[in-house]
């Protein structure tokens, strides 16, 4: 059974978390949950999130029509809707502004990948949608493109929305979010971002599906992608007015070479360098130099 009380006192919680965190300053921010096939719960519209009460809490359909309580629902609703719609997993969706992030959705930079380990396990890639006024069904339709590969995105000049099983999983991707674009904008401010290595970074992956967190990187799809340099969404980037300015690219990494590859490899290598080889030069000892080289740097 749904115990609907206790889902608005853990609404009540998040929304002074957000408001705390200086995530949503003033009324800011929006808080749903899906408590069933066609009803949501859902903060009110201009009221602090730090300050909500059960009682204020509103029920909706997923039209949006607001079928319970005694204060007016979010106006931007949809965006939550649109989400349920796209993702039958998720029971809940928070959005607010928190400061660095939204800095990124300002700027319009893209979040640089292959850097911090739990990151690329709990976040992975994640997207900046084109702009458009909050509010309406066509800015619910800007996460379209991205939903069903990731459970945090951008939205451009405004903030960031998060969703999960709960409310409190909905909020830690957006918690993860701006604390890593905050650590982002203090190296940077050092002087340097390094990045994870190729094997690094598919280390960090092989965790990440064992663990049981979705990858599209993980998928046959992407599985041949230079896994740091943002190849999911790097096709929306133009559409979104996304570019880089602040942060340089990662290092090219290419694919995991194959077994067949590699050995082809090796072979071009020692065949190019044995034509080119002094006369007399001892043939085993130079087959045995390039193919170690080759192979380290196949490792990364």
Known sequence: MINAHKIKQDICEIGQRIY???FAAA???NITVRISENEVLCTPTMQSKGFLKPDDICLIDMTGKQLAGRK???SEALLHLEIYRQRADIKSVVHCHPPHATAFAVAREPIPQCVLPEVEV???DVPITKYETPGGQAFADTILPFVQKCNV??????GTVSFGEDVEKAYWWTEILDAYCRILMLAKQLGKVNYLNERESRELLTLKDKWGFADPRNT???KNCDICANDIFRESWEAAGVTRHAFDA???MAPVASANSASALVNQAVASMAAAA???IDEDKLVKLITDQVLARLKG
């Open 20 to 22: 705390n965190k200086g």
């Open 27 to 29: 009324n800011d921010g």
């Open 72 to 74: 007016k629902r979010s």
């Open 122 to 124: 709990f976040l992975g």
């Open 153 to 158: 995105i951008i939205l451009a000049n405004h």
């Open 220 to 222: 046959e799809d992407y």
């Open 250 to 252: 990662p290092p090219p």
């Open 278 to 280: 002094p006369a007399g």
